[in-house]
């Protein structure tokens, strides 16, 4: 795992003042870095890494209210 398409996911029916927004890049748990959001048939699922270590954070099902913001530069 070295690169993403996907750039940015936010989950929530209200883009701007109600839903949970996660990037590339961004800061999240104890100093991980938000580095791969992926896609399979059924979900979305972010990763995190911090030094060498990457692991799974979060899985969100594909029933959920999704945006979607594409790398651009891949």
């Avoid at 750039?7 to 003042?17: F, P, S």
């Avoid at 048939?41 to 913001?69: L, Q």
């Amino acid at each position: 795992m070295t690169n993403s398409v996907i750039r940015k996911i936010t989950i929530g029916k209200d883009y701007k003042n109600d839903s949970m927004h996660y990037a590339i890049g961004q800061s999240v748990y104890g100093g991980h870095t938000i580095c791969h959001i992926l896609e399979d048939e059924y979900k979305y699922s972010i990763y995190i890494s911090k030094g060498d270590i990457v692991i799974p954070w979060k899985d969100f099902n594909k029933n959920m209210a999704v945006s979607v913001e594409y790398d651009l530069e891949y």
